[in-house]
């Protein structure tokens, strides 16, 4: 167990022990998403919640050449993110519902000097539990020898 980082709980100016929680936003596979066009694109992005806190990424980018790429998510997923959110987190957060990630598109028309922005629309819901998947795959364990 040594060298691993585990969550470091400290007690918040209001007595609850809290945390940061970092996410690290890779890339999405949007089934039905066309790659960006000369007039128009549609532009996803992440909204992620933990309690009360929201925050969203920035637009991805779409990687044309994801085809020549050896990563093994790379061709079913050719839109990036380079994003990481940090939130502050409490026990109540990690006994709750967990992180809530909506994926969402909005769509941009460029006409010359003309550029509309549409309204955003939800495209998919995930949430992750935080007690049951995201903590426990923060430590990696060895079996011992015996078990």
Not at 98 to 106: A, D, E, I, P, Y
């Amino acid at each position: 167990m040594f060298g691993v980082q585990l969550p470091q709980f400290r007690y918040s100016k209001s007595g609850v022990p809290a945390f940061k929680l970092s996410v690290r936003l890779v890339a999405a596979s949007v089934p039905g998403l066309a790659p960006p066009g000369v007039l128009s694109q549609q532009r996803p992005f992440i909204e992620a919640s933990l309690g009360s806190s929201r925050k969203e990424t920035e637009f991805a980018d779409f990687d044309g050449n994801c085809q020549n790429n050896q990563a093994a998510f790379s061709s079913e997923c050719p839109w990036r993110f380079g994003d990481m959110l940090t939130f502050k987190a409490s026990m109540e957060d990690v006994m709750g519902p967990g992180l809530r990630l909506t994926l969402r598109v909005r769509k941009d028309i460029g006409l010359g000097p003309l550029h509309l922005e549409m309204k955003a629309t939800d495209v998919g819901v995930a949430a992750v539990n935080l007690r049951q998947r995201a903590l426990p795959a923060c430590v990696h364990e060895k079996p011992d020898a015996e078990g």
